[in-house]
């Protein structure tokens, strides 16, 4: 029962009712969704799929060093620069200034990027030396 400075909800709770799966029935309620294409972005691992160590570690706050370093360096590169959101482009420059180079093959595959190496020795390529126009800025 309602009272006058409290809304009646029993119209939805009555719906809500209705619409609730039981998830014993094995029917998946994203499944029964009119607006399949949006559903296609969730986010949700989804049934089998877990987390790696790698990332289960960072998420539960025991980071790697390397996860931990390359926190520090971003934190660094976004105090010195003044921004609060790194762009890809400043994100990639801070990972070439750690020192990681395109050695290996890609272990994912994109359709519309091709594949490259480089040595391993190569210049990070973000900064130009003094005196040296050549690399890009």
Same mark, same amino acid.
């Given at each position: ?6 809304? !009646?909800? #029993?119209?939805?709770?009555? &719906? =809500?009712?209705?619409?609730?799966? *039981? +998830? $014993?029935? %094995?029917? !998946?309620? #994203?499944?029964?969704?009119? &607006? =399949?294409?949006?559903?296609?972005? *969730? +986010? $949700?691992? %989804?049934?089998?799929? #877990? ?87």
């Amino acid at each position: 029962m309602s009272t006058p400075n409290q809304p !009646d909800n #029993r119209s939805s709770d009555d &719906d =809500r009712a209705h619409s609730v799966v *039981d +998830r $014993r029935s %094995g029917i !998946d309620r #994203r499944d029964l969704r009119e &607006d =399949r294409e949006s559903v296609d972005l *969730d +986010r $949700r691992r %989804g049934p089998g799929r #877990r987390r790696t160590d790698f990332t289960k570690a960072a998420e539960e706050g025991e980071m790697t060093p390397e996860q931990f370093l390359f926190l520090c360096a971003i934190d660094a590169f976004k105090q010195a620069n003044g921004k609060t959101f790194p762009t890809w482009t400043d994100v990639l420059e801070v990972v070439r200034l750690l020192g990681y180079r395109k050695t290996c093959p890609s272990e994912i595959d994109l359709a519309n990027a091709e594949d490259w190496n480089e040595k391993a020795d190569a210049p990070s390529g973000v900064r130009t030396k003094p005196g040296d126009e050549s690399q890009a800025a």
